[in-house]
């Protein structure tokens, strides 16, 4: 199944920019994610709004793809992709820093697990809904 991504930039103190995605994120388009996270914050953006609400899955490269997001809203570059393992030995030791520009919106089950299940969940807050992460981001 295929991906879309649609983009709302948010005004504000702290420019925040909502990202929703539909459909199945992995190996397929998620380098097209980490572009539209760092065209996001080429835009101003400093806060960040991943809406998962409508993703149904995610895969190993979903996983890397917000870990590229949560770099790149740092100011920061991503891990190479073709770095394999390494890359994701680098997700691992970004657990202990706080992700605060870049909080998660609505995950489903399926996606929620999987966060679970790989340690994500530590790195990224997890909001009930768009609405939620947004005030969040914005100290509403």
Known sequence: MAMTIDVEDLGGAKAVSVIALDGELDASNYERLIE????????????????????????????????????LMRGETPPDPEAGWGAL?????????EAGSVRLAAPQDAVSRVLDRTGMAKLFPVDADRAAAVAALQGA
């Open 36 to 71: 539209v996270v760092r065209d996001a914050y080429a835009r101003g953006a400093r806060g960040l709004v991943l809406d998962l609400s409508k993703l149904s899955f995610m895969a190993s490269s979903g996983l890397f793809a917000l870990h590229s997001a949560y770099r």
């Open 89 to 97: 030995h680098e997700m691992a030791q970004d657990h202990d820093a």
